[in-house]
């Protein structure tokens, strides 16, 4: 899957060369912390890898704030009130933390 970025040129999509793949972030950064290769990973869940200097920002002229925030869930004609309360929660949240909206 190419890695989407904003430089001044526009939207560059990379087809970067993959060397393991992931199933969840935190297995990501694991692997890339410990130097099997490099990854696009959200500043957020790496804050103390970059403020000790273990992981360095290689592209920092790139910008990948515009990748999506994803939630998934079945479609229904009545979805369940607690369902579409953590969803309109996890929406103002993801606001909040991201500067988004």
Same mark, same amino acid.
């Given at each position: ?13 990379? @087809? ?11 297995? !990501?950064?694991?692997?890339? #912390?410990? $130097? /099997? ?10 804050? @103390? ?11 920092? !002229?790139?910008?990948?704030? #515009?990748? $999506? /925030? ?30 988004? $909206?």
């Amino acid at each position: 899957m190419p890695w989407e970025v904003r430089g001044e040129g526009g939207t560059l999509f990379l @087809d970067v060369p993959c060397v393991a793949t992931f199933n969840t972030i935190e297995s !990501e950064v694991a692997a890339v #912390s410990r $130097g /099997i290769g490099i990854g696009q990973l959200a500043a957020y869940m790496i804050d @103390d890898e970059l403020a000790s200097g273990k992981l360095v920002h290689l592209l920092p !002229e790139l910008d990948t704030r #515009s990748a $999506g /925030i994803y939630m998934y869930y079945p479609q229904r004609t009545r979805m369940p009130s607690r369902v579409r309360l953590f969803i309109d929660y996890a929406f103002e949240a993801a606001k909040a933390r991201f500067g988004l $909206g």
